[in-house]
């Protein structure tokens, strides 16, 4: 509705326009009879989704305009006065289901009801799972005979009771009926919670490609209240894990970061990401002439630092390391976000990081590797 409709007194007819009105909206659909109702019993017009509004108050008010309504139709024009009749009968009907409203626009006091599925509503019709949602809980240890239609489903196929109840009391808290559709954007946040609340999970993932977490590591951890960082320091830790595996003997990583000289070598790389380069040559780590642009799989002996990047332009990346060494029987993959994990096989690590990228990482895309 474009334009607010007249709103006249009891002495006054309505106009030719909105008579118009009247006779197209009593035709169509429930919402657009709601509509005319607002603008005609409301001082100014409003907006659709402030009169989406569900206090019970409001209600009342409007039915009772309905019953005392100010719009005045002329008797002569039988098919005005019908549709009138009509329009008073959508909107009350409307009205007597006020369940249908699903916003609050001033009353701070009203609770949202929880989210359910039910048949008369199109918007909740039960929709098979995409196939990748599936999967993603399938990494994180999920069984199913069947996908989930909705959050009970979901729950009774946990790899444990504490992970069920956890789901069970994110819906309580975020108002959500354990019935209601399981979506892909709620699965997919689902997915992260669990990863954040259970990150033994990925223990589980390594172990299901014969791989085990050799050393547990986090970032965040590493930086503490270190403002310098505080956009992350994946890429100069990774570089500086693979180029510690490069020397004779290697350095351990994780005894020299935290050593005065280790930090510092972390930091100056943040501080300025000119030297990188620099790092790189003198380290014996590869340009990035020799990186491939398009990540597939590791082949061979060497030193791998994988990049993930955005899928949309400003999103954030990352980098993780990785190390194939057929003679030592070392295959290793490093996240800067959870620790090193460690392999038998060539084909072991280059499943796990396929699976764990799509489940931890599933909004960045592998797309170079750098050999070294």
């Known amino acids: 509705m474009e334009q607010a409709l007249e709103r006249k007194t009891n002495n006054s007819s309505i106009s030719t326009k909105t008579q118009e009105k009247l006779v197209s909206v009593a035709n169509t659909d429930l919402k657009l009879s709601r509509m005319v109702g607002e603008y005609i019993f409301h001082s100014r017009p409003m907006k659709a989704d402030q009169v989406e509004a569900p206090y019970n108050t409001e209600i009342m008010n409007l039915k009772n305009s309905l019953i005392k309504s100010l719009l005045q139709v002329n008797d002569k024009n039988v098919k005005v006065k019908d549709a009138h009749t009509t329009w008073i009968k959508n ?16 009353d701070t006091n009203y609770e949202k009801p929880p989210l359910t599925e039910t048949s008369n509503n199109p918007k909740n019709t039960t929709k098979p799972i995409p196939e990748k949602v599936v999967k993603a809980f399938e990494l994180l240890g999920a069984k199913f005979d069947t ?28 108002k959500i009926d354990l019935n209601a559709p399981l979506t892909p954007r709620m699965a997919y946040k689902t997915i992260d919670a669990i990863q954040n609340k259970f990150p033994e999970l990925h223990c589980n993932l390594a172990a299901s490609h014969q791989g085990e977490l050799q050393v547990e590591f986090n970032q965040s951890d590493f930086l503490g209240a270190n403002t310098l960082g505080k956009e992350g320091v994946c890429y100069p830790l990774t570089l500086k894990w693979l180029a510690d595996h490069n020397t004779d003997p290697p350095i351990d990583f994780f005894n020299d970061i935290n050593t005065l000289e280790g930090r510092e070598e972390i930091m100056s790389l943040v501080a300025n990401p000119k030297s990188i380069d620099l790092y790189k040559n003198n380290r014996g780590l590869a340009d990035e002439e020799t990186c491939s642009k398009a990540f597939e799989r590791i082949e061979g002996d060497g030193k791998y630092l994988l990049k993930l990047l955005g899928k949309e332009s400003g999103m954030k990346g990352h980098a993780m390391g990785a190390i194939a060494d057929h003679n030592n029987s070392l295959y290793l993959m490093f996240d800067p976000n959870r620790g090193v994990f460690a392999f038998k096989s060539e084909q072991q690590l280059n499943s796990f990081i396929t699976d764990y990228s799509s489940v931890r990482y599933r909004d960045l895309e592998s797309a170079e590797i750098s050999f070294g």
Not at 93 to 100: A, M, S, V
Not at 147 to 174: A, D, T, V
């Open 147 to 174: 996908p989930p239609k909705n959050y009970r489903g979901l729950c009774e196929s946990m790899p444990s009771n504490e992970i069920g109840s956890f789901i069970k009391n994110r819906c309580e808290n975020n």
């Open 91 to 106: 909107c009350t009907e409307y009205l007597n289901h006020h369940t249908l409203n699903t916003k609050t626009a001033t």
